[in-house]
């Protein structure tokens, strides 16, 4: 290579940067700017349409603008747990039919995030329900807890994501009544937070082991349906209801067990149902309902920093109970 560059005549197209990276960057990249990230958006509750919806929706991370399609799951589904390594999305379980018949599955499907695509079945659930939460490393996939109507479960089940299978049992969590809480994952832990009725506990598991979900401290509320996003050293929590819908956005450092911290708010009165995902330099909160009235807003933070969201563009249809996943998130760098 150096030979190369002081040959006369040689011309590198493209390059700008040379470091001791695998790769080289992009005219328009900058190195702070390399994890880039396509997050997916898996089914809902919408009012436009509405009802249960069972769309896929893609969106570019790094830059801002609207969700495209992306394909369907088999079945109308919100509530999933959704759980990605750097290639693969799988969305598990769910609530499939409408509110008045909470009817849940606990089929788990899967898709190439690098590719628009209908989902392909991976697996099934220890248990029919509507996990809501989820957290993932690049290897393994944590679903907690959730709701199978009329009660609320603690089961924790794990998947290996490059792996078509069932579920194995993980553990329990702490809490029987956090059906709808916030949840995040570093390389090491995954994080949830909150949960219905309403709740202020943040537990944590360590995720290439198995067993219960140990205390790790309180949020700044007590709320239901909060959003949940991270890099590997923050996660964040948006919104939620108290029951009253609030636009509080907090933070915890992953690998120190303690209370959250205020970040800012949501540029919305108030969000509840949101869905969150990331990659390890930006966190994106898509949809939920502002004020009784359901929106397809997308709001972006930079999670290094604090401060107040920005809007970012919006997603397909007006939803809440949508479930989201990048293929680079804070856990996976």
Do not use: W
């Not at 996660?235 to 067990?257: E, L, R, Y």
Request: hydrophobic share 30%; proline share 3%.
């Amino acid at each position: 290579l150096k030979k190369d560059i002081t040959d006369t005549g040689v011309v590198f197209d493209g390059v700008t940067t040379f470091d001791s990276q695998a790769f080289m960057v992009p005219p328009s990249g900058k190195t702070t700017e390399r994890n880039r990230g396509r997050g997916l958006l898996f089914g809902g509750y919408s009012t436009s349409p509405a009802g249960h919806v069972k769309t896929i929706q893609s969106i570019e991370i790094q830059s801002f603008g609207n969700t495209q399609d992306f394909g369907d799951l088999t079945s109308i589904r919100s509530g999933v747990g959704a759980v990605s390594s750097k290639t693969r999305a799988v969305s598990c379980g769910g609530g499939s039919d409408t509110p008045a018949d909470y009817s849940h599955v606990n089929t788990c499907e899967f898709v190439t995030i690098a590719t628009s695509s209908n989902t392909t079945d991976f697996g099934d659930l220890t248990v029919s329900r509507t996990p809501y939460k989820a957290s993932s490393s690049d290897t393994r996939g944590i679903i907690f807890g959730g709701s199978a109507h009329p009660a609320n479960l603690n089961t924790i089940d794990f998947i290996t994501i490059a792996t078509a299978g069932n579920a194995t049992d993980f553990g329990d969590e702490p809490n029987t009544n956090a059906a709808s809480g916030g949840s995040c994952s570093s390389l090491t832990r995954g994080i949830i937070a909150g949960g219905g009725p309403v709740n202020n506990v943040i537990s944590f598991v360590t995720i290439a082991t198995t067993g219960d979900a140990q205390n790790f401290g309180d949020l700044l509320n007590e709320v239901r349906g909060c959003a949940g996003c991270s890099n590997n050293t923050r996660g964040i929590f948006a919104g939620g209801g108290t029951p009253t819908a609030i636009n509080v956005i907090q933070f915890i450092t992953m690998s120190s067990a303690g209370d959250a911290t205020d970040f800012g708010d949501l540029n919305t009165t108030e969000k509840v149902a949101s869905r969150g995902t990331s990659n390890s330099i930006r966190g994106i909160f898509c949809g939920g309902y502002d004020g009784g009235t359901f929106v397809n807003s997308i709001s972006a933070i930079t999670i290094a920093t604090t401060g107040n969201a920005v809007d970012f563009g919006d997603i397909i249809g007006k939803l809440r109970y949508a479930s989201a996943v990048s293929d680079s998130h804070g856990g996976l760098e």
